[in-house]
């Protein structure tokens, strides 16, 4: 399938790993030229070592501070500016208690998770209007809609993202930026393997029984019974990043394998 964007220059956070380095590889396997950010420099020279000719720059960068996303924007400016924006930058954060929870946990997850995304936004997305192009790609979580208990300060920042986005779509979708969000669940990443590999030290087991246990316990409704793989969400985003999305706007496309007990409404 073409997805029309051969020679767009689309803008990756998180992308030395998981998701966002899928992600980036599957559009550059459309056509699209891809600029790489995340915070350290070396996985982010893996990264684009392994896309090739596609990578149009990369730059290490903290989300967290806007001076570093305005250097970044400039980075891009110069190359014309991102056409796509695909944020995948983010961390699970402190778990436990949710009232045990200091403040300072709950901030990291929100600068980390929900502010990154605006600041973001704030950046790149103006010259998309310009040009009268563009699309905005968030990767929430399940945890938006359907939070657990541990992971207070994850779920309330991804759930406050989910909402930003419906927020933006509605004034910048008229001027051509589709804005979209992407909710995976139990993708297999760095992120998860940290998780599961910290279970199975818990348990006294095997990764995979830790896996299994992790499936039958925590995520009764996640009907395929297995991790997904990170190129199982790349193609949505790549989608959602395409002219074969030009009348989705405001939008959660949910990755889970039916983890969401519920409707999508």
Same mark, same amino acid.
Request: aromatic content about 6%; overall charge negative.
């Given at each position: ?45 893996? #990264?684009?070592? %392994? =896309?090739? !000719?596609? /990578? *149009?720059?990369?730059?290490?960068? $903290?989300?967290?501070?806007? +001076? #570093?996303?305005? %250097? =970044?924007? !400039?980075? /891009? *400016?110069?190359?014309?500016?991102? $056409?796509?924006?695909?944020? +995948? #930058? ?13 403040? $300072?946990?709950?901030?990291? +997850? ?156």
């Amino acid at each position: 399938m073409d997805l029309g964007i051969s020679g767009k220059l689309a803008l990756l956070s998180g992308a030395s790993g998981g998701i966002g380095l899928e992600a980036a590889r599957v559009l550059a396997a459309d056509g699209a030229r891809v600029f790489l950010t995340d915070l350290e420099q070396g996985p982010l020279d893996d #990264a684009a070592s %392994a =896309l090739g !000719d596609a /990578v *149009a720059g990369t730059a290490a960068c $903290d989300l967290t501070d806007q +001076a #570093a996303v305005d %250097a =970044l924007r !400039d980075k /891009v *400016a110069s190359l014309g500016g991102a $056409d796509m924006l695909v944020h +995948a #930058a983010g961390v699970t954060g402190a778990k436990g208690d949710p009232l045990e929870m200091t403040d $300072d946990d709950w901030m990291e +997850a929100w600068q980390i998770d929900f502010m990154s995304a605006v600041r973001m936004s704030r950046a790149f997305v103006p010259s998309m209007v310009d040009k009268g192009w563009g699309r905005v790609v968030f990767v929430t979580s399940e945890n938006a809609v359907q939070p657990y208990a541990d992971e207070a300060v994850y779920n309330a920042a991804k759930a406050a993202l989910l909402n930003f986005t419906k927020c933006v779509s509605l004034p910048y979708g008229p001027k051509g930026v589709l804005f979209n969000t992407v909710s995976p669940a139990f993708i297999e990443t760095p992120m998860t393997d940290g998780m599961m590999d910290k279970r199975a030290d818990e348990l006294g087991v095997s990764k995979k029984e830790a896996i299994e246990s992790f499936l039958k316990e925590e995520r009764p409704f996640l009907s395929l019974s297995r991790r997904g793989q990170p190129e199982e969400v790349a193609g949505v985003i790549a989608l959602l990043c395409s002219d074969r999305a030009s009348f989705v706007n405001g939008s959660a496309y949910r990755v889970d394998g039916g983890s969401v007990g519920a409707m999508n409404i």
